[in-house]
């Protein structure tokens, strides 16, 4: 690529040097034949050097599975040989060593079965549960104390009592611990522990009414809903059970939203990731308050387009996208004073009023347009209502059959 562009440059170069020899027409081809050769290096390079750093970081993540697994290895092996030698168990292993290799064996796999779910843990559920099994072990050793001091009790039952104890407050501690994990703030130790990703952006958990809606589907195409779209496997059943209902209108809205669904599984891009959750809460009934309840859990975000949803979600801390909101937000802002072209459709409530609508269903209210119904005319915007259910803009059509005003707008309605 270089000695091709050290070529053109020559060529050009030539070209400048005999303006007689050549035409305009031939001198401006080859400017243009070198700035298309400098784009074309420019974007080999840069698809060059990504490629390089992908390859980097699938390099380095290999490395990192690799020292993972040796050190598993390493580990399994250590206890085996340690089952074989030391034979912990001599009432069954003294004439025959494999047996305690094998308890050995059985007793890592058991403990890097253990690893890898515990891997999956939030760093709050392992905090809390830390804490918790500390406390509850420290507890039971403080009242392991007074049971030693009782000497009315035989030596066997006080071990057993007493290694019962540790075992109980040790195991609720940890279970304790780890469900209240939840509610520890770790900005508040200065920022010691930070959860990986925790500076991205959070997963959002799409609701039954959002999924049916439709338009979510449309906003992730376009690449405004990043990180991880979760679906709850309890929304899933619930669109099941509304596509299986016997209302036709129900029906439908099921199979709609399933088709959805689809749709955002087949068209997934790099902006965002599909994920079922097979999170359930047996003992919450409604599947709002469930939302909620895994929002909370994963520290995730709704997206919904149930009002209600979206109050209660507020009250108890829950950050909601509705989706109404945002289209009430993209909707074209009019100030008064402006011309726009409207379609007449209907008549009005009040006296020689009529009433038109913009493309984004907006209404729109005219006053003396009643005769201009299934026409279009131009208005002049008197104010715009805005309101919990939408906006609202009225306008005026002049007596003379035009409006008057400052500019034009380009909101057409039809």
């Not at 799409?206 to 709850?232: H, K, N, Q, W, Y």
């Not at 099941?240 to 997934?268: F, H, P, V, Y």
Request: glycine share 10%.
């Amino acid at each position: 690529m270089k000695s091709t562009e050290v070529a053109t440059q020559e060529i050009v170069g030539g070209f400048n040097r005999c303006p007689f020899a050549c035409t305009d027409r031939l001198r401006s081809a080859a400017f243009e034949l070198w700035n298309d050769l400098s784009q074309l290096s420019l974007t080999i390079r840069s698809v060059v050097e990504a490629g390089t750093a992908r390859a980097i970081d699938k390099t380095n993540g290999g490395y990192m599975q690799a020292d993972v697994t040796l050190i598993r290895f390493v580990f399994v092996a250590a206890l085996v040989s340690a089952g074989y030698f030391l034979r912990p168990f001599p009432a069954l292993g003294a004439r025959n060593p494999l047996f305690s290799a094998i308890i050995g064996g059985v007793l890592a796999v058991s403990i890097i079965f253990f690893e890898t779910r515990i891997r999956k843990a939030t760093l709050k559920t392992l905090i809390g549960g830390a804490v918790g099994s500390i406390l509850g072990i420290a507890g039971a050793t403080l009242i392991c104390w007074i049971i030693a001091a009782q000497h009315a009790l035989p030596e066997e039952f006080k071990s057993f009592l007493t290694l019962t104890l540790t075992l109980f407050m040790g195991y609720v501690g940890l279970i304790v611990g780890a469900v209240k994990g939840d509610y520890l703030d770790l900005t508040a130790l200065g920022g010691i522990f930070v959860e990986k990703g925790a500076a991205k952006t959070h997963s959002l958990i799409l609701d039954t009414s959002v999924i049916i809606d439709g338009r979510v589907a449309d906003i992730a195409e376009t690449g405004f809903l990043s990180g991880m779209l979760v679906i709850p496997q309890f929304v899933l059943r619930e669109l099941q059970q509304i596509a299986d209902s016997a209302d036709s209108i129900k029906r439908n809205r099921g199979r709609r939203g399933l088709d959805i669904l689809q749709r955002i599984q087949k068209k997934k891009g790099s902006s965002y990731e599909i994920v079922i959750s097979e999170a359930d809460f047996p003992d919450v009934r409604e599947v709002d308050h469930k939302l909620i309840e895994l929002a909370k859990q994963i520290e995730a975000k709704i997206v919904t387009n149930d009002f209600n949803l979206n109050k209660v979600a507020q009250l108890r801390g829950v950050a909601v996208l509705n989706i109404n909101e945002l289209a009430n937000a993209l909707k074209p802002v009019v100030l008064p004073g402006e011309i726009m072209r409207v379609f007449v459709l209907k008549e009005g409530k009040e006296y020689n009023q009529g009433v038109a609508y913009l493309d984004d269903g907006t209404m729109v209210v005219v006053d003396n347009a009643r005769r201009m119904i299934g026409k279009n005319i131009d208005v002049s915007v008197t104010s715009v209502l805005q309101t919990t259910a939408g906006k609202m803009i009225f306008g005026r059509f002049g007596e003379d059959g035009r409006a008057a005003g400052p500019r034009q707008s380009n909101a057409v309605s039809q």
